[in-house]
């Protein structure tokens, strides 16, 4: 990411403040997780004065102890992240010894109380011919714009997952710029008892909530690791690759999986690949990772080498798997040149019917992939 996140920042309010009108400000808006577009390949960004409408002159203008203490679970608050600085624009904001472009994005997907103001964007954006690109993957944009596009994702998207306290089932409130949230101890609303009539809030109107004491006070966007991993042949001259069910034709890929609690990514990666392909294996080595905000997940990429006598395919433990197969490094090799894409869009121009596809460059799949057929197993110091 081009972004310095300056975390220790989000609670200062008056640095959000200046931060959120400065001229070099930029804006991300999603609609449904979709992100607004100029084009698959080029994400589009906003101003202040085109946001303003919604998010009102000044969200930041109170303390967040302030904030907190007049919370009403009627108000639909838009959610609003901060993101970070770009430090590449030097001709950007300042604050003290920290310089570059903020960023923030906005969700404008209409509900509540919001509807017709976030509606009315809606149709500003759509009238300059900008559009909210719609689809679980985006894969055609460059690297820098998708890991804002996946922050943005992965933040709002937690944030619309956990509107109430996992705790004690109350209402929570998005804090420290969209990074938190937190089941404030009082709320503003005139609130229904259990006989229905209608009482004025007062601090006792809110349930006691443990989160509220020591240091659990407050909900912190989740990251779920995930193993995906390359498999070498024990003569490091094939590779196993699988095929999933709603796998275009021709189209294989890693073999991937969750991380379970209490097991280390080496573990995972053994006990996935035996899992689903029935191959077992020997060294394990942890080569790259990248974020995946479908819905919060971390990749970790690995490649992994089998043991001599483990190298049989058998599909019959986990059903997931439409197939699997060992491929020769130089098939592989020319399906990296001409036959990958993302699920969904065509292979290179120079792709023959029939031949092996592979996930695109902006997928670690494809990133293990071609480490491995370039020697990366050979033991040649990778530092």
Known sequence: SPLNRVAFLRTDHQFLSAALKHPSTSFLLLKDLAPLTHSPSKLAHVSF????????????????????AEYNSTTTIPQLLFLGLDEGDKSGFEWNIYQGSPYFALDVTPKGSIEDKANSIT???????LTFLQGRMHLSLPASPAAIYAQARAILDWNARNPFCAQCGQPTFSINAGMKRTCPPKDMASLTTSVGAATPARSEDRLSCATRKGVSNLSFPRTDPTVIMAVVSSDCRRILLGRGKRFPPDWYSTL???????????EAVRREVWEESGVSLGRVVIHSTQPWPYPANLMIGAIAQTIPDGEDIVLKHDPELEDAKWVDFDEVREALRVGTSGIGEGPGKDYKEGGLRLPPKTAIANQLLTAVVNGFLAGDPKM
């Open 123 to 129: 149709r500003e954006m759509e009238s300059r011919g």
């Open 256 to 266: 991937a999986g969750f991380v379970e609690p209490a097991e280390s990514v080496e």
């Open 49 to 68: 004065r085109d946001v303003q409408p919604l998010i009102g002159d000044n969200p930041y203008e109170k303390s967040e102890d302030e904030l907190i």
